[in-house]
């Protein structure tokens, strides 16, 4: 039975108390993480998509639990990894000028790790509680964090098809002891070399696109529209509508304008795009998805054809979004919910409850998704306090926070469980924004000066300076 989103939100307590049928235990299960790259949390089916079609992300949402309310600690791969591992905040970190992390160059030059760091990191506590560590796909992660540094057995370096088939194919093998699975697919990133290819004028885009081989390819096959339908048919009933947000935010932050002009792809693709250009875009977007989602079915064939489902816990999420037209941009590194809310199920036949959405809780797949698995497999852990385990939750709990941190490249935002957003940029002055996504659902304004968010506005700067931020 699935609940819908509705019904959750008037009888959310329903939820716990078919959660709680469910028997705590003590048995430790097989853990599979599948990890996709630059997925926004709209961009499935189960999320009321009609765009799109995802078969195997709306299986795991089907017999398990998707959160809606999901964030990364950082919108931009290498970053979020991180937190992955770490159940840390990239700025947890320095690089080796003795900078904080906030985006991929930063976090790439991150040369060592405190031994408590590195002690207390997922797969570490994991292999000390008897699991088989195992890692393939793409990494981006520094040196101190790679799988093969942390003890994990790399199946794959294959980002697509290949690395669905050599995780199936171990998934289906006898195994002695449980295992740590990490299965970390490359899309629908590809559709970061469209802006990048069309407008390729610096020496660093042009060496992105001449090494890009087999991403440009797959763009390329996800850019095809059907065969047999005019370009007036294709763009009344196939293509993707612009987003309510097409048009940059009112007062947009000077930051957010800065992030634009840093980077040339983004400059043009804002000035130079037609709102064809912008559709075709979407339209890429959403065949990548459903390319992955064929790899992400590969990996759930395998469980279900090995007599696993019932011993297997899968975690699916991504490690950041995408903007796709949103205010005219494309790409991430923004606290935009396109960038910074990114899909978060957990599937565990008879032990996690089916078809529910919570659209309440608010979760960081970075703070919180090593205490949780830690949680399952019965062991402490000493991370971010500030992280939680989503198990006491499935399992009929109510404590949670009512905040949630997310950082990225342009400043930090403090997330609020009612709807609400404070955002403070980095920049010479001081430039902050309260969004209420209960009024604005599309961030097309901000509410800092409105005399109604007085309250929330200075209760969100508290909990960014008491809680969240230094």
Request: net charge negative.
């Amino acid at each position: 039975m699935r609940f819908s989103k509705e019904f959750l939100s008037l009888g959310t307590l329903l939820f716990f108390y078919v959660a709680g049928v469910f028997a705590q235990s003590t048995e430790k299960p097989n853990i599979i993480y599948i990890y996709t790259d630059q997925q926004s949390a709209s961009m499935m089916s189960c999320a009321g998509n009609k765009w799109l079609k995802t078969p195997a992300m709306d299986y795991i949402a089907e017999h398990g639990v998707r959160f809606t309310r999901a964030y990364v600690t950082n919108p931009v791969c290498s970053p979020s990894r991180m937190s992955l591992m770490t159940g840390r905040f990239p700025s947890a970190f320095q690089d080796t000028t003795g900078q904080k992390v906030y985006e991929n160059w930063g976090a790439m030059r991150v040369a060592t790790l405190p031994e408590a760091v590195r002690e207390n990191s997922l797969p570490i506590r994991l292999k000390e509680a008897g699991y088989e560590l195992v890692f393939g796909g793409k990494q981006h992660l520094p040196q101190p964090l790679t799988p093969e540094t942390l003890g994990f057995k790399v199946i794959s370096t294959n980002e697509r098809e290949g690395l669905a088939a050599e995780a199936a194919d171990y998934i289906k093998n006898k195994h002695s002891k449980p295992f740590f699975m990490v299965v970390s697919l490359i899309n629908p990133h590809d559709i970061c070399y469209m802006a990048i290819r069309d407008f390729a004028e610096t020496e660093h885009e042009k060496l992105l696109v001449s090494k890009g081989v087999v991403e440009t390819a797959t763009l390329d096959k996800a850019l095809v529209k059907p065969k047999g339908v005019s370009d007036e048919a294709f763009y009344t009933s196939y293509a993707p509508p612009l987003p309510p947000n097409f048009e940059p935010q009112i007062d947009e932050p000077q930051a957010i304008k800065a992030l634009i002009a840093q980077r040339n792809f983004r400059k043009k693709a804002r000035e130079a795009y037609s709102e064809k250009d912008w559709r075709m875009h979407r339209w890429a977007y959403a065949r990548l998805t459903e390319t992955v989602d064929q790899q992400v079915q590969t990996v759930l064939d395998a469980v279900r054809a090995s007599g696993q489902e019932e011993n297997t816990l899968i975690v699916f999420s991504s490690d950041h979004g995408d903007m796709d037209g949103s205010h005219r941009m494309e790409h991430k590194s923004t606290p935009y919910e396109e960038a910074t809310n990114v899909p978060f199920m957990m599937m565990w036949k008879g032990k996690i409850p089916a078809g529910v959405v919570d659209d309440t809780h608010l979760v960081s797949n970075g703070l919180d998704v090593l205490p949780t698995l830690t949680d399952y497999a019965g062991i402490p852990t000493q991370a971010d306090k500030r992280g939680l385990s989503l198990k006491p939750l499935l399992e009929g709990g109510d404590d949670w926070r009512e905040t949630l941190g997310v950082e990225c490249e342009v400043g930090r935002m403090v997330v609020h469980k009612d709807g609400y957003k404070y955002i403070r940029y980095f920049g010479d002055e001081v430039e902050e924004q309260l969004l209420d996504l209960n009024r604005d659902p599309y961030e097309t304004r901000h509410f800092t000066a409105s005399a109604d968010h007085t309250q929330i506005l200075n209760d969100l700067r508290t909990a960014f300076e008491t809680l969240w931020f230094d």
